[in-house]
């Protein structure tokens, strides 16, 4: 994941899990760009280091969790 992650993915991951979503570690935001026009169309939460860890937390439970119904 790169510095300006979205926090929205991370979130996603988490929930799809969990099945509730969770407050991001932090309060800064990045914009959101539209590839069409390259203009700003929103802002989403940034990830913070504490969102990615907890976000690979949760895919591994889900991955393993998932293997054993197999």
């Known amino acids: 994941m790169t510095a300006r992650t979205s926090i929205f993915a991370i979130f996603t991951a988490i929930a799809g899990h969990t099945g509730r979503w969770c407050e991001p570690a932090t309060a800064q935001r990045i914009s959101v760009i539209s590839p069409h026009t390259e203009e700003p169309i929103g802002e989403t939460p940034h990830a913070a280091p504490e969102d990615v860890d907890r976000a690979v937390r949760c895919a591994r439970a889900a991955f393993d ?6």
Do not use: I
């Open 65 to 70: 969790d998932h293997r054993g119904r197999g």
